[in-house]
């Protein structure tokens, strides 16, 4: 950024990678990272031991399940604990049952005992299964009021079923919910059971049930036993297939969003639907690009219910077919992409269900996941030697020019004091700490804009400033931290104290799970040139700084993050959150669900100023600030103008923020309307790009 700026004034206090965190977030553990690359079911006994999680431990869930409410910020399970890899009824119960959270792998077929046996299920766990041999036979999981943040996956559910079709004596579920909330069940069979494949009861909410497959079965997946009309869910991409009845049956839902899913009843077989998905109660059901084929009444409703139907296909169906009343628009609540319905029946028969072998997407089927997998080159980084190289500079040195598949560097836990640079001729690179906690792994440098070169080839600017340079496109950053640690009080006579600690400037650029940490200019969000596209997608990490600590001419999400505000180096409390230098045409900062707080005095920061880089009048800075959490140290009016420019001749604004330094719309505190803000959510945002780790 243009250093004839005033200088912010400020000191750094202690490590700059030991900042405090919201005490409701560090209770909930919500943005600490485990990582690991490799596949399920390494080993041979229970082990507890973090840096062995699988991948899919990195996952968080979409649609209501992601959504921050609570006290809860999305549901990403046991990524926080050890991962256990278990093969007893007895271990898997264990580690179910803890207090602490956990990563357990499911490592083999294991049989309830008696028949019917639901482990009840405690906060903060991921249970995935190894491959396609995770097996629980004649019972399942129970989770208990205020049981949440639980994820289920890739398992395989069977076989309780006690030959009685209509059960009333057996309550025999895959997955029983009373009163949970944040549940993410993904990617799982679910078959012959004595009572549900799944139920959801009792006020259970932000749920979401993806690339499931449920069969064999008379009473499938129920929603609501409850009064109350509270209870968010999503289901999506999940196939339906020889099913009598609750396709689902959801009663009294407030949301219920069901998209892309795969109703199929055969003929001449021995089940036969009874109907397809059915709206009781005082529901509000949106029903999308799903494909009915063969189902009786495959879309009913109660008279007090609300139902719209939209892009849905039917075929050799008969019987009900409803729709009418209201129901809402899912992407006020979270970004979703819908399929065509017409490409639904190939999508979810050869993508749901439990995976050999998982990539970053659950779209990917197990062909494209192997391939990517063996395509993929290790490095590694240990200071102490262990690792092939001693400096993640080194390892970024290795990596061959022109690269065409992903490199993942895989640096130890440790302080990495030098500079990185990934030009722009080596695509393709991670960069991912191996610690259980992104505080493990930490790069820093403290250059600032106007401190000398130590070549002697002069200063640097703000831009070579940066702790960590990324040009290249298809870069991903996660589980570590990145700060610049300049001393400003040990440098007043400096004009400037730009200090950048991670500038990117390439195009599709993943930043998960980190710590990026500085002052002034903390994040710079380029693009590689004037007239060249730089997207990112940041997502479940800090950023801390107090001036225009966000900055830049790229296209950049923020979601699912906290931006810590910081006081200067003198004590004093004053800043600037966001400063774009957006393209004329282009899309700026979209910040989303996430929380801008942090310990400094009420109403001194403003969210946003443009900056007119150079003085170029033909920018259209943007930040758009949704769906968030903002502190009370956010200004009453929360944008403000910059090198002579007026905040109002460009584009910022507000949409359905909470929290004490939210307000009203006013003249100084635009509002979008919901049309608006249809168009400014993450799809839109990024284009044809869809961020996925890997």
């Not at 055969?266 to 009915?292: H, P, Q, V, W």
């Not at 992903?406 to 191996?434: D, F, L, M, Q, S």
């Amino acid at each position: 950024m243009s250093e004839t700026r005033g200088r912010a004034r400020h000191r750094r206090r202690g490590k700059a990678w030991a900042i405090g965190v919201p005490a409701a977030l560090a209770a909930g553990g919500v943005l600490a990272y485990g990582t690991a690359f490799g596949v399920f079911g390494e080993g041979t006994s229970p082990r507890a031991t973090a840096a062995d999680a699988p991948a899919w431990a990195r996952a968080v869930a979409d649609g209501f399940a992601s959504v921050n409410a609570l006290g809860q910020n999305g549901t990403y399970g046991g990524r926080d604990g050890a991962t256990v890899t278990v093969r007893t009824l007895a271990d898997l119960e264990k580690y179910a049952t803890a207090a602490e959270p956990y990563v357990i792998v499911v490592a083999g077929t294991i049989t309830m005992n008696p028949v019917g046996r639901e482990i009840k299920v405690a906060s903060d766990k991921t249970i995935v299964g190894s491959g396609t041999a995770g097996h629980l036979v004649g019972g399942g999981f129970f989770l208990g009021p205020g049981v949440h943040n639980v994820i289920i996956r890739n398992l395989t559910i069977r076989d309780a079923y006690q030959g009685v079709w209509n059960d009333k004596d057996h309550d025999f579920d895959a997955v029983q919910m009373d009163g949970a909330h944040h549940v993410w069940i993904d990617h799982n069979d679910l078959r012959n059971m004595a009572d549900g494949l799944i139920d959801s009861r009792k006020d259970t909410t932000y749920v979401t049930v993806s690339w499931n497959r449920l069969g064999n079965n008379n009473k499938t997946f129920g929603i609501g036993w409850t009064e109350n009309v509270t209870a968010d869910l999503t289901l999506h991409h999940n196939w339906f297939r020889e099913t009598e009845q609750r396709n689902p049956s959801t009663d009294n839902a407030a949301h219920a969003h069901l998209y892309n899913n795969l109703l199929q009843d055969d003929a001449g077989t021995a089940i036969t639907s009874a109907y397809g998905n059915y709206a009781r109660g005082k529901t509000r059901m949106l029903l999308e690009n799903s494909y009915f084929q063969g189902v009786n009444n495959p879309v009913i409703k109660d008279a007090t219910a609300g139902l719209v139907q939209r892009g849905n296909l039917f075929s050799g169906t008969t019987g009900r077919n409803e729709s009418g009343g209201t129901a809402f628009d899912p992407r006020t609540y979270y970004p979703y992409t819908a399929d065509p319905a017409a490409d639904v029946p190939a999508l979810v028969k050869s993508g749901t269900g439990p995976r050999s072998s998982i990539g970053a997407t659950a779209r990917a089927t197990a062909a494209t996941t192997t391939a990517a997998a063996a395509a993929a080159t290790t490095l590694t980084v240990a200071k102490d030697g262990s690792g092939r190289f001693t400096s993640v500079q080194k390892a970024v040195d290795a990596v061959p020019a022109g690269n065409t598949s992903r490199v993942v560097i895989r640096v130890a836990p440790g302080v990495y004091r030098e500079t990185v640079k990934v030009p722009a001729n080596k695509p393709h690179v991670t960069i991912e700490g191996t610690g259980g906690s992104r505080k493990d792994t930490l790069i820093v440098e403290g250059h600032a804009s106007g401190t000398p070169r130590p070549d002697g080839s002069g200063t640097y600017g703000t831009g070579g400033s940066a702790t960590v340079a990324v040009e290249a496109d298809d870069f991903q950053a996660r589980n570590l931290s990145i700060s610049n640690d300049f001393d400003e009080a040990a440098h007043q006579a400096l004009n400037g104290h730009q200090a950048v600690a991670l500038r990117t400037a390439g195009d599709r650029i993943v930043l998960d799970g980190l710590i990026v940490s500085g002052d002034q200019d903390t994040l710079l969000l380029d693009t590689a040139a004037r007239d060249r596209l730089g997207r990112v997608y940041l997502t479940n990490s800090y950023v801390v700084g107090n001036v225009d600590f966000v900055f830049g001419r790229a296209t950049a999400v923020i979601d699912r993050s906290v931006l810590t505000l910081k006081k200067r180096w003198d004590g004093t409390s004053a800043g600037y959150l966001t400063a774009p230098s957006t393209a004329a045409g282009r899309n700026g900062f979209l910040i989303t669900r996430s929380t801008v707080n942090g310990d400094v005095a009420a109403r001194s920061f403003h969210l946003g100023r443009p900056w007119h880089a150079g003085g170029d009048a033909t920018l259209d800075p943007q930040t758009t600030v949704r769906d968030s959490v903002l502190g009370a140290a956010v200004k009453t009016t929360p944008w403000t103008d910059m090198g002579g420019f007026s905040w109002k001749s460009d584009r910022f604004a507000e949409y359905r923020n909470t929290g004490p330094g939210a307000g009203p719309a006013g003249a100084d505190r635009p509002q979008l309307t919901d049309a608006r803000a249809a168009a400014q959510d993450t799809a839109h945002w990024l284009g044809d790009w869809t961020p996925t780790n890997g």
